[in-house]
């Protein structure tokens, strides 16, 4: 099982990015995904969730009409936009698929944002 996130960067505050993760080794289409950030001295945060098939979406208070997630599961890849970007928005950020508890159960390696 791998997930490769990629995408990441320094852009000035007000920019646009776009993130993807790229997933193998399961069967991608069957599992919600989400991405997740962490900034140093923070605590893990989720920022993006999007169902299997419906592409039935959910996102933070904080990113809300700034952050679209996507899917394109003839790729097995879920997008991040990120658009005016904030310094607050400054960290690591994850891809993972969600199991059938709702547990995170497969991770990328992170790819970093810096808004500076």
């Known amino acids: 099982v791998q997930l490769v996130e990629s995408g990441g960067g320094l852009v000035q505050p007000g920019g646009s990015l776009v993130l993807s993760c790229a997933a193998s080794?399961?069967?991608?289409?069957?599992?919600?995904m989400s991405w997740l950030r962490q900034a140093p001295g923070k605590e893990r945060e989720g920022v993006a969730r999007?169902?299997?098939?419906?592409?039935?979406?959910a996102y933070a208070d904080s990113v809300k009409g700034r952050f679209t997630i996507s899917r394109d599961n003839a790729k097995n890849t879920v997008y991040l936009q990120m658009n005016s970007l904030k310094s607050e928005d400054t960290a690591l950020y994850y891809c993972a698929s969600v199991g059938a508890g709702d547990e995170y159960n497969y991770w990328g390696q992170g790819t970093q944002v810096t808004v500076s």
């Open positions: 999007i169902n299997t098939r419906y592409g039935v979406t």
């Open positions: 080794g399961f069967t991608f289409s069957t599992y919600d």
